[in-house]
């Protein structure tokens, strides 16, 4: 028996990390170590009150822009609410989305669109077998190999792929243009 979650994301951005010493005091950002260069420091919590079965949770990302509840039922099941896997797909989907978005635009293409799809699978255990990432983006002017392997690089180096690097990740990239 498996559970698969799906999360669908649309990411357009840009990310500047800067040194502290350069970066006006901003709630978020860590100035632990002097000189050291900080994108940032992000926090997210989660509460659980009862039994695995019975019982219910919270959770809530620091920012504000999310705060939902989530059961046994929302996670090994079909209930309301969301559940960790449905969260981590939606980062995952998130970050490649705005990497590839980076490797292209550093290689000369700024993409116009990039829209990612991380179907989380979790199976018995519960472990995380296996994170598939399916992306198609609107790039002018590159040819399909090249974006491909600009996807690959992407996926490879994504910051929460590289967190999940133990997890077998696929990626299915489509150029549409």
């Known amino acids: 028996m498996f559970w698969t979650r799906s999360v669908r994301i649309s990411v357009s951005t840009q990310s500047v990390g800067t040194s502290l010493e350069d970066r006006p005091q901003q709630e978020g950002f860590s ?34 822009a999310y705060e939902g509840p989530f059961t046994y039922a929302s996670r090994f099941e079909s209930g309301q609410g969301t559940n960790p896997e449905e969260l981590l797909g939606a980062a995952h989907a998130g970050c490649f989305s705005m990497f590839l978005a980076a490797v292209l635009t550093n290689a000369g293409y700024v993409p116009t669109r990039i829209h990612t799809t991380a179907t989380v699978h979790l199976r018995a255990g519960p472990t ?50």
């Open 31 to 64: 100035d632990t170590k002097k000189g050291e260069e900080i994108m940032a420091d992000r926090t997210s919590s989660a509460e659980w009150k009862g039994s695995l079965k019975e019982g219910a949770g919270t959770m809530k990302l620091a920012s504000g």
């Open 128 to 177: 995380i077998s296996l994170i598939e990432l399916k992306t198609e983006a609107e790039v002018p002017n590159i040819t399909e190999a090249a974006f491909l392997e600009h996807a690959q690089t992407a996926k490879k180096n994504c910051p929460v792929s590289k967190a999940l690097a133990a997890t077998e990740t696929t990626l299915s990239a489509k150029l549409v243009n």
